[in-house]
């Protein structure tokens, strides 16, 4: 398994830190309003990544924390007079309705920051021993940036001339990427945070402190990791937009507590334009989960979910991405596609007399077909590539079934390829193979179609037709015959 490290900026063979169990972490949400399409885009590519893992034997076990007390979700709680948990709770619920949507395996633990205040005080109170960190006289404690002399490693900054001045200090939570700062871990609070605030103890320079605080951002995903698997982790994943300065300032963090390397692999998903252009409110271009499902409301959908999961595979994890309503469109068409196979390969095992083996030539043509998908899925998860497999496969099977070539030991093995391709890729419903019993007064409406459309009475015909869809049924017409599913 190749990994591109963005550590190294190299690609490399994966080698976990433990045979019992590889420990992945991801950044979650910050819980003030919908997850947008660049995040989901971002949280497709981490399944992906764990869905792969596992596929290859990996035992993963995942955490992500849940961003619920920083400066937005402070300001807009506010706004909205709502209490901080209940407003985050909500959104937070939102987001788990809108990753489950897209097939994404929720992580095995999912953290809400605010449960992590003992730990964030504990490593604070370990930096503050150490010197790397000190309180200022705006009574925030600050991580000292140049006592963390590994500081430039992740984001490749030149300690040197990136223009540090031993009094540049940022105690807001973002701030801009080409600002090295002393960043703040614990925030001194003010009015306008109103009752969002943590009275905890302190041991500075041997004397207690106790004052109204907050965390600051960074230091949210250092507790989070050290309380679900300590000093070390295997993966650590997100966009590339957070490189710097939050995953850089995680790294200071953990590793001035632990004096061990925080995580082996660093993975990072690249930029989503929209149209070409910056994703932005002001550019019209700003899109959520909600807004594609009110411009699709006449898609079904399960179809729309996976085909907009189909979107954001069809081009390599750490490139940029290019979000078109067209391509949206194009997938649903290839997701129609391919539940339409879905359904012709169970009709076929169905109907099929043909009870012969699998043929020596089918299975080797199978085996090269896995041999394929296997290689590009370890080759740094490029799915593009997998996908590419899936869609031969896609034509050698259509081919097969319109000339009757296959038996029905082929036809089952056929259905097992598709199970093993969407282990990883998520975006086949099995499920729609499966019908309840038609009612006999639908049957009747088909026969009486299919009797007028024989006695060219086509008037009928289609008014029969359109009262089946308005029933949910929809006529599939074959050369061997018609047949209704429901829609």
Wanted: charged share 30%; glycine share 2%.
């Amino acid at each position: 398994m190749l990994i591109n490290n963005t550590k190294t900026r190299k690609i490399e063979e994966f080698k976990p830190l433990s045979s019992r169990e590889v420990k992945v972490y991801y950044c979650g949400p910050t819980v003030y309003n919908y997850a947008h399409i660049w995040n989901l885009r971002t949280f497709i590519f981490e399944d992906i990544v764990v869905r792969t893992l596992r596929f290859l034997g990996y035992n993963v076990k995942t955490v992500m924390n849940i961003t619920d007390v920083d400066d937005k979700t402070i300001r807009d709680s506010i706004a909205a007079w709502e209490d901080l948990i209940s407003f985050t709770q909500k959104y937070t619920k939102i987001f788990i309705e809108d990753i489950k949507k897209l097939n994404i395996i929720p992580a095995d633990d999912i953290v809400p920051v605010t449960t992590l205040i003992p730990e964030m005080v504990r490593m604070i109170q370990t930096m503050i021993n150490r010197k790397n960190a000190y309180l200022w006289e705006d009574w925030s404690i600050y991580f000292d940036v140049k006592t963390f002399k590994k500081y430039w490693n992740l984001a490749w900054i030149d300690m040197c001339n990136c223009g540090l001045q031993h009094w540049a200090r940022v105690n807001s939570d973002e701030y801009d990427k080409e600002n090295v700062a002393d960043f703040v871990l614990w925030k001194a609070w003010k009015e306008s945070d109103w009752e969002n605030f943590w009275n905890e103890k302190f041991t500075i320079n041997g004397n207690e402190v106790i004052l109204k605080w907050r965390p600051g951002w960074h230091i949210e995903c250092s507790a989070c990791n050290m309380k679900y698997f300590g000093a070390q982790i295997d993966i650590h994943m997100w966009g590339v937009d957070l490189i710097f300065p939050h995953h850089q300032n995680e790294i200071a963090q953990s590793e001035s507590c632990t004096r061990k390397e925080f995580s082996k692999y660093w993975l990072h998903s690249g930029h989503l334009m929209v149209d070409g252009k910056k994703m932005a409110k002001s550019a019209n271009n700003f899109y959520r989960l909600k807004d594609l499902e009110e411009k699709y409301i006449d898609i079904k959908p399960s179809v729309l979910y996976r085909a907009i999961r189909l979107s954001f595979m069809n081009a390599k994890y750490n490139s940029e991405v290019n979000f078109t309503f067209d391509k949206i469109e194009s997938n649903i068409t290839v997701i129609n596609s391919i539940d339409e196979l879905i359904k012709n390969i169970n009709r076929e095992i169905e109907n099929s007399d043909n009870l012969a083996i699998v043929s020596r030539d089918f299975r080797e043509t199978m085996q090269d077909y896995i041999h394929e998908y296997m290689y590009h899925l370890e080759d740094d998860f490029n799915i593009p590539e997998c996908l590419a497999v899936m869609h031969n496969f896609i034509k050698f099977l259509n081919t097969g079934i319109r000339e009757k070539l296959f038996s029905v030991s082929e036809l089952n093995s056929a259905l097992d390829m598709f199970k093993t391709f969407n282990q990883v890729l998520g975006i086949i419903d099995f499920d729609i193979v499966v019908f309840d019993e038609i009612p006999s007064e639908i049957l009747s409406k088909l026969e009486e179609r299919n009797t007028a459309k024989k006695s060219k009475n086509f008037e009928l015909a289609d008014k029969l037709r359109d009262e089946l869809i308005s029933l949910w049924y929809k006529i599939v017409d074959t050369r061997d015959g018609s047949f209704l599913e429901k829609i």
